[in-house]
């Protein structure tokens, strides 16, 4: 069954069982990847998941149910189910967006020319990538990981009430872990890129900065433990942003696990903090018109030179605060409730380069990978002590890697303490909570130690 079939006959039924709202979401996911180790595939995935879920108001109370197939049998199944689950659920009914008055932004996000690109074109550059990466220095001792990954996004979402909407977005990574030996010492680092553009991806490029990413880290030293001025390179800051994101959600300061709770309208951030979340993200894997609810996308300053203005609210937050949704409701799939999430939300960038931030240290850390994030951080009181990877500066210059540090600190200080910003926007790989991002920091003190 098609399913526009699949929806109206989900709504016909529904009504005639008594069902006062229906709510049906949508959505379909693809997604191809392909590892390679010397020359040789080493893993291949392709694989296709969809499937529908159902919000119904019944009696008054709000029930929920999935299901993978879309036929007649599983239109029963979901409303019987929902009818058997809504009296057992205790929390107050959500409410169904309508759409009334709602102004949509009409943009695709999705790339064709991207989604017309093969298997055997993917496999092919990768192979080149990782030939380069060898011929590029005899230190090069191998690949720890050589990867292409893409993935394409379907979702729509509709109720009885007329709400009709649908969205589709796609982007490709590549990944490359790259090990390098001088003597005994041995070192790795990631190098990672999101695009939509595979026809402007450059083999060449990628593989030279994949190796001299990780040819930097050779020459480690130790140096004396103390706090010093430190620089967050780019996605180092991304991360420690991505860790503690759940703290501007609405939901978690109403559950009491904010520090941020009864901050609105105060400065928690140096005033050369601007947190932007941003939904029309061109290249944003979180891009979309509309959240999971339905309510339409905008723009939304978190904070803004220092001072909170808003949370992330979904339509069940929103109704507990008397404001309105900011069209933050989100869930992971089809299966899962709703919740509360950023879209691509990032440091806003000035026009300072990396370079002059760290110029002006007579002394300092940069740190540029952390590690431990989900044991070594508490996202409820911000403090955080992390493994962490980076470089000495001493009068503006990048002396050398260091060994393996400890960085502690706390979150929301760390937002106090940010002197300057940077112009290097990046985002963070590693982020389960939206698409996360961050120019480099240059923060005015952090207690580092050497293992």
């Not at 190098?191 to 190796?211: M, N, P, Q, S």
């Not at 901050?263 to 947190?275: F, N, W, Y």
């Not at 996202?379 to 960085?407: H, R």
């Amino acid at each position: 069954m098609d399913l526009t079939t699949f929806r109206k006959q989900l709504f016909t039924e529904g009504e005639k069982l008594g069902f006062t709202d229906l709510e049906l979401y949508y959505e379909k996911q693809e997604k191809f990847s392909v590892k390679i180790f010397k020359g040789e595939i080493d893993g291949y995935e392709s694989s296709t998941v969809n499937g529908v879920s159902v919000r119904g108001l019944y009696n008054g109370q709000m029930g929920y149910a999935y299901t993978e197939k879309l036929d007649g049998d599983s239109i029963a199944f979901l409303l019987k189910s929902i009818q058997k689950i809504a009296p057992l659920l205790e929390d107050e009914p959500e409410e169904l967006f309508t759409g009334e008055g709602a102004d949509y932004q009409e943009t695709d996000y999705y790339s064709a020319e991207l989604q017309h690109v093969t298997a055997e074109e993917k496999i092919a550059f990768l192979k080149e990538v990782e030939k380069k990466i060898y011929a590029y220095d005899p230190r090069v001792s191998q690949t720890n990981y050589a990867a292409i990954q893409d993935k394409s996004i379907e979702k729509g979402l509709f109720n009885n009430k007329g709400l009709t909407l649908n969205d589709r977005n796609n982007f490709l990574s590549v990944i490359f872990s790259v090990v390098v030996k001088e003597g005994e010492e041995i070192k790795s680092d990631l190098y990672f890129k999101i695009t939509k553009d595979f026809a402007a991806l450059d083999a060449e490029k990628i593989a030279k900065e994949a190796v001299e990413k990780s040819l930097s880290q050779l020459g480690e030293q130790a140096y004396p433990n103390k706090n010093y001025p430190v620089i967050l390179k780019n996605t180092a800051a991304a991360s420690l942003v991505a860790t503690f994101v759940s703290s501007f959600s609405a939901e978690a300061v109403q559950k009491g696990q904010s520090r941020l709770k009864g901050k609105l309208d105060e400065k928690i951030a140096s005033e050369q903090v601007t947190l932007l979340d941003n939904p029309f993200l061109p290249e944003g894997t979180h891009s979309g018109n509309f959240d999971s609810e339905g309510v339409p996308t905008n723009e939304l300053n978190l904070v803004e030179n220092g001072k909170l203005i808003s949370f992330f609210h979904n339509l069940k937050t929103a109704k507990k605060d008397g404001v309105n949704s900011t069209g933050h409701g989100y869930k992971s799939s089809y299966k899962e409730t709703i919740g509360v999430s950023p879209s691509n939300l990032y440091v806003v960038p000035t026009e300072k380069t990396y370079e002059t931030l760290y110029g002006s240290l007579e002394e300092g850390i940069i740190i540029t990978d952390l590690s431990g994030l989900h044991s070594g951080a508490d996202p409820i009181s911000g403090d955080f002590s992390l493994a962490a990877n980076g470089f000495y500066v001493k009068n503006g210059k990048i002396v050398g890697p260091t060994t393996l540090m400890t960085a502690a600190g706390n979150f929301f200080e760390v937002l106090q303490d940010i002197e300057e910003v940077g112009a290097d926007l990046e985002f963070s790989p590693m982020s389960s909570y939206g698409y996360i991002g961050s120019p480099s920091l240059k923060l005015k003190g952090l207690a580092v130690t050497f293992d």
